[in-house]
Structure formats: C-alpha cells, structure tokens
C-alpha cells in the first residue's frame, strides 16, 4: 500500500467558503489530534437552534462575553493590585493614578461587575418565563443555579479587595451573618475571615478565591452548562421540542445552524450592549453609588463605622429579606409554616408528602416559637458547645435568606403546569410571575435603605410574596386554564 493511499483528504467545511484551501491541511492535521472540528459541528456549524429565538435569548451569550471580559480586565489588575491590609486601598489608587490606562481596567472590571447580574438576572427571568427549567433540561438549569451561587461567592470575595469603608463593613457584616448559625456558626464565620477579625489574612484568603479558584470553578461549569444544554437542545418561546419533528435528512425542521445565523445576530446584540456598557463606563461609573459606593474611595477604618452599611444592589434583595425577620415576624412565618403544611396535608395525593408535612412542620414551629431553653455539650479538648431554642430571629434571617437563593433548584419540580412557556399558561402563572419580579425589585430597593418601620413591613410582605411564589406553585399552575400548544414553532 502506497503512502498516497492511506493520506487522509483535507477537512472540508461545509459553508466555510474560505477556509476550503490549503489551510484545510493544518485543519486536517490538528483535527487528527485533537477533535477540532467535531467541536466545530456539534457547537456551532451543525448545533440546531429554534428559529424562533427574540430579545431574550441574547442574554446567554452576553452573560459569556462578561465572564471573558471580568477575567482578562482582572489579570491586567492583579499585576499591580497589592492583595495587603496595609497596601490594598494605595495600590487601587496607584491603579487609578498612574498606570497607564488603569482606570479604564478597573472601570471596566467595576461596571462589568454589574454588568454581570444584570445580564444573568434578564437571562434567569427569560428562563422563568419559557420554562427553560423543565423536562428535559432540568440538568441544564441546576448548572445554571450552581453559576449564580458561584457568581455570588465571586462578587463577595471581591467586595472586600478594595480596601474602602464599604469593602470592609461589608464584608464585616456579611462575614458575621455566618457566627448566626447554630453549632457551626462561629467556628465557620472564625475560618471565613482567618482571624478573629476582618484582617490581612481574611484580605489574603479572598484574594485567592476571587482570582483563582472561583474563576476555575466557574470556566468548568459554564462548560458543562453548554454541553448540557446542547445535549437536550435550547428551549424556544412556545416551549416546543424542536427535535420531535425532524425532515428526511434527520435536521429538525423547526431549527437552523446556530452558525452562521445565530452568531450574526447575536453580533447585533453585542454592539447593542457594547454601546450601553461605555455609556455607563464612561459617564456614570459609579451609577449614582449603586455600582461604586462613595464610602469605597475612603481607606478602610476599622475604628469608624458608616452610619448606613449595605452590599452591592445585587444583593440587596436577599438582604432585605434577612433583615425582615424580627421578632414579631416570627409569629408570621410560624403560621405561615402551619398553613403550608395543612394545605399539604389536605390537597396533596401523595402519603410521604403529608407524612413528611406533618412531621417536620410542628418541628419548624416549635424552632421559631417554642419554649425558650438552652443545652450545653462538653466536647474534645475540654469545649463546650451552647445551643439555645428556639432559634433567634437573626438565625431565621440568615436560614430564610439561604434558601431565598436555594429554592430556585426546585422549580423543576415545583412547575405542575402541562404547558412551558407563559405564552400558553393561564392567568395565575402570569400574575404571579409578575408579582415576584415586583416584589424583587422592591426588595432590592429597601435592601439599600436605611432600616425603617415602614421599610421593614414592606419587606417583610415581600418576602412572605417572594416564597410564595415558589411554594404555591404546584397548585395555581394546575389550576388554571392553559392555551393549547401548536405543534410548529410560531415566528
């Protein structure tokens, strides 16, 4: 057998128009070592997409370009950044001053910082609204909300490295939310910051998990969010599966190449928010306090305490709601719990389900609203290890604003409706979709305000609404009437 016998033909690209030349050589022969072009057609060239795709579905790419944006603009500024208690707030300075360009780095990492959020929260929302969470992507959805935690512990171990007034409290406040927890709660929040107090170790240890491990930890699962995702296919506005109706060459008819289609339109959507984004970068980077706090352009001072101290806008929902549990809220939710777990125990067919609500929710109960009394363990080493019941308002503050974030891995499960999208699902769904994304924002509103009576009311409704949302929703997405489901994809 002659060597030109067993030479492989060069790599053709259908579509590829150009790269049908010599080039095609090197193609073929990275492509016999790493598979190149099998990523190519199953990512890209041949990957199927509805082609119904509107406004919502850019979302997803920009949220990509952001990550890729915040790591290249954080490299530039670790090379001068000096992760020290006594050096941080200087170096930024110094960044900002007198290194050439380094105010558009650090502007640029800031604003996409909340770039970041707004973008995942649109893309989050266009979830909620197409039912991206349901069957068969239920996998593709909990990558997602692992992301969404993952950008949460990103931001927080950033928030500090700034070294200002509001990066220190901050994270003072955030950190000492964890010495709440019953048992674990000192020893955790202790080990959070390396130290007794926030410090140079606590500085140190967020350096190393903002820059190296949570951008590792991210760049693996937004990889696997991608493969999931184009294992099962993309959701579409109607909620049809694009692969249940296929032509005679196996390619469905309700889809087309996410390249060269998509990738040019989503072209239109990157120039759109490129332009928004140097809008912001440029003339309002501190976005009126919101983006930047004017507290975090004064040095740390672990001695004087801002009269008001609140996270970044995107976490202030969630901070709203920890601070909506007092005492008096705690008869609330106690009733609260109490009519779940009836309404469980008289509408559900399922016997674990009221077993499960029968036994667990006089023990919530009894843990909000019991009879006060404390234990005290010896343990190794001569410690003790106080518990006292019920568990204080702070402790409910800090449980209910883990599982406000949480519960979002249930909705798979939660969704009872034989319908996806909400353009087919009835009244209740609607109405309620839109009360949460109300009740969030005011929730977020009164997450940066100062504590009042009035705001603490508000919040506290919000927060009953917000997990109602998700509680309830196995039973007024059955109950209402929903619009039948064409069988094609509707432009």
């Known amino acids: 057998m002659t060597m030109a016998a067993t030479k492989k033909e060069p790599v053709v690209i259908e579509g590829a128009g150009a790269l049908n030349t010599p080039l095609s050589g090197l193609l073929t022969w ?146 000492n939310l964890f010495d709440a927890l019953p048992i674990i709660g000192p020893d955790l929040s202790t080990w959070i910051r390396g130290d007794f107090v926030v410090g140079d170790a606590t500085l140190n240890r967020f350096f ?110 969630y901070y709203s709601i920890l601070r909506a549990v007092t005492e008096d809220f705690m008869f609330w939710l106690a009733l609260g719990v109490a009519a779940y777990a009836t309404l469980i125990v008289f509408t559900s067919r399922g016997c674990l389900s009221k077993i499960l609500a029968v036994l667990i929710a006089p023990v919530v109960i009894f843990l909000m609203k019991g009879v006060g009394f404390g234990m005290t363990f010896t343990l190794f080493r001569g410690t003790f290890l106080e518990i006292t019941l019920p568990l204080e308002a702070k402790v409910w503050g800090v449980i209910l604003m883990g599982l406000a974030t949480l519960i979002f891995f249930l909705l798979p499960w939660l969704d009872k409706s034989p319908v996806k999208s909400i353009r087919y699902k009835g009244v209740l769904s609607r109405w309620a979709l839109t009360i949460f994304v109300a009740v969030f924002l005011i929730l977020g509103y009164y997450g940066t305000q100062p504590v009042t009576d009035l705001g603490t009311l508000i919040s506290q409704i919000g927060t009953l609404l917000y997990f109602a949302f998700f509680l309830l929703m196995p039973w007024y997405t059955q109950m209402e009437q929903t619009r039948p489901v064409p069988s094609r994809v509707t432009m």
């Open 208 to 317: 190393a998990f903002h820059v190296i491990a949570i951008p590792l930890a991210l760049l693996a699962l937004v990889g696997a969010h991608i493969m999931a995702l184009h294992e099962v296919g993309s959701n579409n506005p109607d909620g049809v599966e694009i692969k249940e109706n296929k032509n005679a060459a196996g390619k469905p008819v309700d889809g087309i190449p996410f390249h060269p289609y998509y990738t040019v339109k989503d072209s239109l959507g990157v120039v759109v928010f490129a332009f928004l984004f140097c809008m912001v970068m440029f003339f309002a980077p501190e976005m009126g306090g919101y983006f930047l706090e004017y507290n975090n352009f004064i040095p740390a001072d672990p001695l004087k305490t801002p009269p008001h101290i609140a996270p970044v806008w995107y976490f202030t929902p």
């Open 30 to 175: 990275v492509d016999q070592r790493f598979p190149l072009m099998s990523l190519w057609k199953d990512h890209l060239a041949e990957y199927y997409a509805p082609k119904n795709f509107n406004f919502w579905y850019y979302f997803g790419l920009l949220a990509m370009l952001i990550l890729v944006l915040q790591i290249v603009t954080g490299i530039f500024l670790v090379m001068h950044y000096k992760p020290s208690a006594a050096e941080a707030f200087a170096s930024v300075e110094y960044i900002m001053r007198d290194v050439p360009g380094g105010w558009l780095i650090r502007y640029m990492h800031s604003t996409g910082a909340s770039a970041f959020f707004v973008v995942i929260y649109l893309h989050m929302f266009r979830g909620l609204m197409y039912g991206s969470y349901r069957a068969p992507r239920e996998l593709v959805w909990i990558f997602g909300m692992i992301i969404y935690l993952c950008l949460m512990a990103e931001a927080f171990f950033g928030y500090l490295l700034p070294w200002g007034q509001m990066s220190y409290w901050g994270a003072q406040v955030i950190i």
